[in-house]
């Protein structure tokens, strides 16, 4: 159906103002709080969305109040919620849905996309990189971290990236795109990965250990390393196991140091 | 001077960890080499990056629940080996570091109770800003937002250099009292940081962490063995 002739436009977000609201997202948890949780960071993340879809300022008030109001998400994967939340918005601006839908749109997907992000960032993908890093630098030094960092943020913003210029374009159906990275089987393969690059990491240590302080010490290295595993399997609290850990080592090797000396 | 550029560093991790970006630049793996190239020891921060990467590994901030406040231990951990190692002229050494850690790891649970206050502040800022919207101060409602960055930073920006600063006074003092301590100690910097590799792995929660941990380890040290690589 074509438009009647003279008839406005839909109201579209200007491409640079979207690209504001994406830079905003970034401070989506400034303030976090108990009550509205990241509440004030999407306001002030889709303020200049509304401020060019609704040049009354009451409506504009209005609009904002929605988005003050209570929401919480995956920081990453939030990014398509507000991506989403301004398409939702222009149809609004347009009069073509009620000002309660992008509402119900952040209030239906914050829950399950804040579970993926979680799933995948959080426990898999970061990890994994902290793992790789830690890896890189034991063996390589600095240059490997700086490399592995350029990686991570490559991936990491060109998804957060994508998920919001998915939300923008497709707005209901960004959750079939989400779908479609299957990021829960990539999120198990990366933790499996991230365990074993733990390993390797334990390993280095242990034989830098033995070169710089005798096999005793590697031999101790490797016990610390297996005992509090089991320590932590069974529950034992990080810090006073680090603790423990530390102190366990050098009291073994001032017992070893104590019978060399008295040979 | 060198109390200053820690607090600036730890202040801007503690922001980058969870109000700005989320980059993985707050992590121990880059906080700490940037915190010891900071106060001019690239080496020394780099010494503590890689175990305490692995040992808060599985520091994350998942919904509400509050992890411990990794950037602030790392910054006063890293800060305070670097500034013991200067005023015992040897320079990082992984005794320094290890006591570096005892002394300073503490402060990543008072970090965690200070982001309760945190979010305190907050919640009062975003009470602030509804009351704002209401009375048509929409700009000033939303840029609210960006004020709740300022508590996160002061508060590593002051904890931090008060970690690094008792880890200085402390840590000669140890070293100098008894001159013993330092090969043990030494060792036992080695025992923390493969118990970090096995806090790592268990942290990552994978269906086969515990196997997949032991084999790589052994595979690894063996290959080692073999090889006689991964020396210093």
């Known amino acids: 159906m074509r438009a009647p002739a003279g008839a406005t436009p839909p109201p579209r977000v200007p491409p640079g103002t979207l690209r504001r609201v994406f830079w905003r997202c970034l401070f989506l948890q400034a303030a976090w709080n108990r009550r509205g949780m990241q509440n004030l960071g999407f306001a002030y993340a889709i303020e200049p969305a509304l401020r060019a879809l609704h040049p009354d300022p009451a409506r504009r008030e209005e609009a904002l109040g929605r988005h003050l109001q209570f929401f919480n998400c995956h920081p990453y994967m939030a990014a398509a919620i507000v991506g989403g939340a301004i398409h939702h918005e222009e149809k609004v601006a347009a009069g073509v849905e009620p000002p309660s839908q992008p509402l119900l749109y952040k209030q239906t997907l914050q829950g399950p996309f804040a579970a993926v992000g979680d799933g995948f960032f959080w426990t898999a993908l970061r990890p994994f990189f902290g793992a790789l890093a830690a890896v890189g630098a034991l063996l390589f030094g600095w240059a490997a971290i700086v490399a592995i960092l350029i990686f991570y943020n490559a991936i990491h913003l060109a998804l957060r990236i994508r998920l919001f210029r998915a939300g923008y374009e497709k707005g209901d159906a960004v959750v079939a795109e989400i779908a479609r990275l299957g990021l829960p089987v990539a999120a198990d393969r990366l933790r499996g990965a991230g365990a074993a690059l733990c390993g390797v990491a334990a390993a280095v240590i242990v034989a830098r250990s033995a070169a710089l302080a005798g096999l005793a010490a590697g031999a101790l290295a490797a016990v610390a390393a297996a005992l509090g595993y089991a320590a932590l399997a069974r529950g034992a609290r990080l810090l006073p196991t680090a603790y423990a850990a530390a102190l366990f080592g050098a009291a073994a090797a001032a017992v070893v140091g104590s019978f060399h000396g008295s040979r | ?232």
């Not at chain 2, 050494?93 to 109770?113: D, F, Q, T």
């Not at chain 2, 880890?167 to 025992?191: Q, S, T």
């Open chain 2, 1 to 232: 001077m060198v109390y200053l550029v820690l607090a600036l560093v730890a202040g801007l991790a503690a922001v980058e960890r969870k109000g700005f970006l989320q980059a993985m630049l707050s992590r121990p793996i880059t906080l700490a080499p940037i915190a010891g190239w900071a106060l001019g020891d690239l080496q020394g921060g780099l010494l503590v990056a890689a175990p305490l990467e692995l040992f808060w590994l599985g520091a994350v901030n998942l919904g509400a629940a509050l992890p411990v406040h990794e950037a602030l231990g790392t910054a006063a951990i890293a800060g305070g080996a670097v500034l013991a190692g200067r005023a015992l002229g040897t320079g990082t050494s992984p005794e320094v570091a290890i006591l570096a850690v005892l002394i300073c790891a503490p402060l990543a649970l008072v970090g965690r109770k200070a982001d309760r206050l945190v979010e305190a502040w907050n919640e009062r800022l975003a009470l602030r800003a509804e009351a704002q919207l209401a009375h048509h101060h929409a700009g000033a409602a939303v840029r609210a937002n960006l004020y709740g960055l300022l508590l996160p930073f002061g508060i590593a920006a002051v904890l931090a250099p008060v970690g690094a600063a008792a880890a200085e006074v402390a840590i000669p003092a140890v070293l100098r009292g008894i001159p013993g301590a330092a090969g043990p100690l030494r060792v036992g910097f080695f025992a923390f940081a493969a118990f970090a590799c096995a806090s790592g792995a268990k942290a990552l929660r994978a269906r086969s962490a515990r196997a997949l941990f032991f084999i790589a380890f052994g595979v690894a040290a063996a290959a080692a063995a073999a090889f006689g690589r991964f020396r210093p």
